[in-house]
């Protein structure tokens, strides 16, 4: 979020890891922003339900935004260049890092932040659980711009169709995390939190 700016400047992530690393390097660059990773994310702790909400980041960030979102968790959340659909790689990925949720973005927003020396926080909604196992179609079926790549989903579908009804849970839990997720932003928003001033930050993280 730059200072001085009302809104954010958003970035979908896509798949694109490397794409999306140039493109925060090249906003940072331009100036001091606050690094706000937000979006979906895997379960990893059993614990966690779908919808749940997670913050992860600089201190001082997540116990601001965390005040508006009172029933945040606060934990470590990893990143993936790939999607986890297994149980076991799931599992595994919480054993080693002891996060309770996973996404393709957060990671490299960090990274980037952390080369900028600047604040950064993410928040992530749980759309699928660490007990669910997302079906092939649901591992091809994201555009570059963060939308559904209908055509590959229907492809995916008409060579193993009795994947439809993992299918159907996969998009539901999506639909509902992504209406959290929404609300997520209600509150920020009413909360006024996302417009503190970066130099704010600067003095308390």
Do not use: W
Not at 66 to 75: D, E, F, S, T, Y
Not at 95 to 106: N, R
Request: hydrophobic share 50%; with cysteine; charged share 20%.
């Amino acid at each position: 979020m730059r200072r001085g700016y009302p809104a954010m400047e958003v970035l979908a992530g896509g798949g694109d890891a490397a794409r999306l690393e140039r493109e925060l390097e090249a906003l940072l660059h331009a100036g001091p922003a606050l690094v706000f990773s937000s979006g979906i994310a895997g379960g990893l702790d059993p614990s966690l339900a779908c919808g749940a909400v997670v913050i992860d980041g600089d201190a001082t960030v997540v116990k601001r935004l965390g005040a508006a979102l009172p029933g945040a968790v606060r934990a470590t959340i990893a990143g993936q260049d790939a999607i986890i659909a297994g149980l076991a790689g799931k599992a595994a990925l919480r054993q080693a890092t002891g996060a309770v949720a996973v996404d393709m973005e957060t990671h490299i927003a960090a990274r980037v932040a952390r080369r900028h020396s600047a604040p950064f926080v993410a928040i992530r909604v749980i759309s699928d659980t660490a007990d669910e196992v997302l079906p092939p179609a649901a591992l091809v079926g994201m555009r570059p711009d963060g939308g559904v790549a209908l055509g590959a989903v229907l492809a995916s579908l008409a060579r193993n169709p009795a994947q439809l009804p993992a299918l159907i849970r996969t998009g539901r839990h999506a639909a509902l995390a992504l209406r959290t997720l929404r609300d997520v932003y209600d509150a920020l928003g009413r909360s006024g939190v996302l417009r503190l001033d970066l130099g704010e930050l600067a003095l308390e993280v």
